[in-house]
Nanobody, 115 residues
Framework: QVQLVESGGGSVQPGGSLRLSCAAS????????MGWYRQAPGKQRALVAN??????TNYVDSVKGRFTISRDNAKGIYLQMNDLKPDDTAVYYC??????????WGQGTQVTVSS
């Protein structure tokens, strides 16, 4: 059974930092791409950043220079978020896509940026 578990969310003041983690288990197919999405209240879920199998990364313009996506050898991914802004407030989800066409999602972790 596939399971993605996010951690590291919380509440910070503007300008603060958080590091999100996503631990994956049960994925037996080759992973093509991993990423982070977020959903703010009243908005659709949207891409934050993703990382391809061979390391190519992609970021939404609003987080470039502030967020960094990375991965480890155990299929985990991370999102280092610096200089957080109130507009970054959302539920953050990790997601994995396999070459077979399957996609898997975590349950989400809340990030709140407020003074």
């Amino acid at each position: 059974q596939v399971q993605l578990v996010e951690s590291g969310g919380g509440s910070v003041q503007p300008g603060g930092s958080l590091r999100l983690s996503c631990a994956a288990s049960g994925i037996t197919s080759n992973i093509a791409r991993m990423g982070w999405y977020r959903q703010a209240p009243g908005k659709q879920r949207a891409l934050v950043a993703n990382i391809e199998q061979y390391g190519t990364t992609n970021y939404v313009d609003s987080v470039k220079g502030r967020f960094t996506i990375s991965r480890d050898n155990a299929k985990g991914i991370y999102l280092q978020m610096n200089d957080l802004k109130p507009d970054d407030t959302a539920v953050y989800y990790c997601a994995y896509w396999t070459y077979r066409g399957d996609d898997y999602w975590g349950q989400g972790t809340q990030v709140t940026v407020s003074s």
